[in-house]
């Protein structure tokens, strides 16, 4: 079966700051892999997603992911954090290698300080 | 963007209530799925759906039902609320492997 791990419950980082939040995958082959953002009252928004092509991803709101088959990891970052990051971030994981249904990581909650 | 729609976005409602969730997308994706979300944010898959006539159990046990008559129709029911039932639910589709899954807003229902 495969599941994602997500690191850390609460990320707490202070505006204009490095963004990291940390995701790892257990699977028996390399998967699909997503990041998702949800804010209050709101269902969840894809940010980036990573199916076998470059490893290097490039999303929305100026987030990006790295795959890496060696660490199975796919660490979500942002260069500069903004106020209006904060929200509660989803790490996901699908086939091939298991199901193609979706399943999600416990979630991360990024806390931006002025 | 996504075309994916849930309603009542708020709902409380007594005990012992039928309730009905309803979940409609206009895109054409044959997978739909239905998650239940704790206040501490996780997300459990209750029911899933392949396609018409297709509805499957997910991973949380759940005393809720589903249906997909309509590909862009997939309906959650409960038969009789409970306080425990009180939580969020989020409906989402996929059109396939590979693809991301689009979320509505989702219903937030309080039984009381």
């Known amino acids: 079966a495969q599941s994602v791990t997500q690191l850390g419950s609460h990320v707490s980082v202070s505006e204009g700051a490095l963004v990291l939040l940390r995701c790892n995958y257990s699977?028996?082959?390399?998967?699909?892999l997503f990041w998702y953002v949800q804010y209050p009252n709101q269902g969840l928004q894809l940010l980036l997603k990573y199916t076998s092509a470059a490893t290097l991803v490039k999303g929305i709101n100026g987030f990006e992911a790295e795959f890496k088959k060696s660490e199975t990891s796919f660490h979500l970052t942002k260069p500069s954090a903004h106020m209006s990051d904060a929200a509660e971030y989803f790490c996901?994981?699908?086939?091939?290698?298991?199901?193609?249904?979706?399943?999600f990581g416990r979630g991360t909650s990024l806390i931006v300080h002025p | 963007e996504a075309d994916i729609y849930q309603t009542p976005r708020y709902l409380v409602i007594g005990t012992g209530k039928k309730i009905t969730l309803e979940c409609s997308q206009t895109?054409?994706?044959?997978?739909m799925y239905w998650y239940q979300q704790d206040p501490g944010m996780e997300l459990h898959l209750i029911h899933y759906s392949y396609g018409v006539n297709s509805t499957e159990k997910g991973d949380l046990s759940s005393e809720s039902t589903v249906s997909r008559i309509r590909t862009e129709h997939f309906p959650l029911t409960l038969e009789s609320a409970r306080p425990s039932h009180t939580s969020q639910y989020l409906c989402?589709?996929?059109?396939?492997?590979?693809?991301?899954?689009?979320f509505g807003q989702g219903t937030r229902l309080t039984v009381v």
């Open positions: 895109m054409g994706h044959d997978k």
């Open positions: 989402a589709s996929s059109s396939g492997g590979g693809t991301e899954a689009f």
């Open positions: 996901a994981v699908s086939g091939p290698g298991g199901s193609y249904i979706p399943t």
């Open positions: 699977s028996s082959v390399p998967p699909y």
